[in-house]
C-alpha cells in the first residue's frame, strides 16, 4: 500500500492510501485537471502509433506523425516511452525512466500545501513516531494523528498502542 498525508493551505490534515501504483494513478486523476495518462505514461512509440490505427511502415505516417515516427527511430519502435507532464515538459514522451509514484507526488505538490508519501506499510509505521519537520511543527500533531487513524482503519496499527 502506499499510504498519502495532505496538509492542504486551507483546512484540516488527512490521510489516504492506495492499494497500489495503479490505483494511486487513479486516485489522484480523479481530482487533477490533466488526465491519468498526462499525469503518467508509458507507451513505445509502436503502441502510440497503434492509437491511431497505424504502423510504423504505413503510407504517409512520417508526414502524419512525424513526433512519433523520430521517437520511434531514435529510441527503437519498442523501446518503452515515458510521460509525467508534471516532471517535463507537457505531452513529451521521452526514453528516461519516470516512476509513477514520482509522477503523482508531482501532481499533488503542483495542487500546493505540504504532502507525505510513504511507499508500503512499513514506512508508514515508522513515520508515525518518527521525527519529522511537518508533524512536530506547532499543529503538526494533526497530520500525525492523520496518518496514525488511516493506519488503524486499514489494521496495520492496532487502536490501543
Do not use: N
Not at 488527512?14 to 492499494?19: D, R
Not at 504505413?58 to 527511430?73: A, D, F, S, T
Not at 495542487?111 to 519537520?133: C, M, N, S, T
Amino acid at each position: 500500500m502506499i499510504y498519502v498525508v495532505e496538509v492542504p493551505q486551507q483546512g484540516e490534515a488527512h490521510a489516504w492510501f492506495a492499494f497500489d501504483e495503479d490505483d494511486l494513478l487513479r486516485k489522484v486523476a480523479t481530482d487533477d485537471a490533466r488526465a491519468a495518462h498526462e499525469i503518467w505514461d508509458s507507451a513505445s512509440a509502436r503502441e502510440l502509433l497503434d492509437l491511431f490505427d497505424e504502423r510504423p511502415d504505413g503510407k504517409g505516417v512520417e508526414e502524419r506523425y512525424p513526433g512519433i515516427h523520430r521517437l520511434g527511430l531514435e529510441c527503437g519502435w519498442e523501446t518503452p516511452l515515458f510521460r509525467a507532464d508534471y516532471l517535463q515538459e507537457p505531452g513529451l514522451y521521452a526514453p528516461e525512466p519516470v516512476r509513477l509514484v514520482d509522477a503523482c507526488r508531482a501532481a499533488l505538490r503542483a495542487r500546493g500545501g505540504e504532502w507525505r508519501f510513504y511507499e508500503g506499510e512499513q514506512h508508514a509505521l515508522i513515520a508515525v513516531d518518527k521525527p519529522d519537520a511537518l508533524f512536530d511543527r506547532a499543529g503538526g500533531w494533526r497530520a500525525r494523528w492523520a496518518l496514525r487513524q488511516q493506519l488503524i482503519a486499514v489494521e496495520a496499527l492496532a487502536d490501543d498502542l
